[in-house]
């Protein structure tokens, strides 16, 4: 039972690298999210996804792209990393029938 | 302006007390839907309860109960007898629908629980 993975969990960059974070899920789900947590934040919506195909802005979308080509993935990418992207991000794709929401373990990006 | 308002930053408590953590939100919509999520120190997050517009009825499972007020918009929870095994953030999130129709979450910023032995 997987249910949400997230790719890498830890990561280091230079300010204006690029890299990308992959979010699959094998729960079948329409809905998929990214966030980022920062201190004293809470979760911060960046972008989601409300079925393949299909992406959407949230709270903080500056500096991230998305892509959903296929249903079970949802990719989150840095283009150009600048320290305040510096977070965990949490991935989560959202069961219809209760609105719960499930996470990944969070991958905690470092830009230097 | 914060649409959903955890006031309480941090709360620190001792073993077998009980604890309630506020929660505040503000919407304009008369169908929503309410969460609690817990992220221990591991940091996993892990859903504790979803609540809808419609359903005022407070909840009890176990340890843990809710009481939704929609007079206050208020979603508060409570711990009773508290553990050790309690102590992490606990997030509250409301769920209004977006012009697309899609029910989106938003989260507070979390109140840190510290139960002390």
Known sequence: NAGVTQTPKFRVLKT????TLLCAQDMNHEYMYWYRQDPGMGLRLIHYSVG???????EVPDGYNV?????????????????????????????????????????????? | AQKVTQAQTEISVVEKE????????????????????????????????????????????????????????????????????????YFCALSEATSGGSYIPTFGRGTSLIVHP
């Open chain 1, 16 to 19: 204006g690298q690029s890299m």
């Open chain 1, 52 to 58: 393949e195909g299909t992406t959407a802005k949230g």
């Open chain 1, 67 to 112: 892509s959903r080509l296929k249903k079970q993935n949802f990719l989150l990418g840095l283009e150009s990393a600048a320290p305040s992207q510096t977070s965990v991000y949490f991935c989560a794709s959202k069961r219809a029938s209760t609105g719960e929401l499930f996470f990944g373990e969070g991958s905690r990006l470092t830009v230097l």
């Open chain 2, 18 to 89: 009980d604890v309630t953590l506020d929660c505040v939100y503000e919407t304009r919509d008369t169908t929503y839907y309410l969460f609690w999520y817990k992220q221990p120190p591991s940091g996993e997050l892990v859903f504790l309860i979803r609540r809808n517009s419609f359903d005022e009825q407070n909840e009890i499972s176990g340890r843990y109960s809710w009481n939704f007020q929609k007079s206050t918009s208020s979603f508060n929870f409570t711990i009773t007898a508290s553990q050790v095994v309690d102590s992490a953030v």
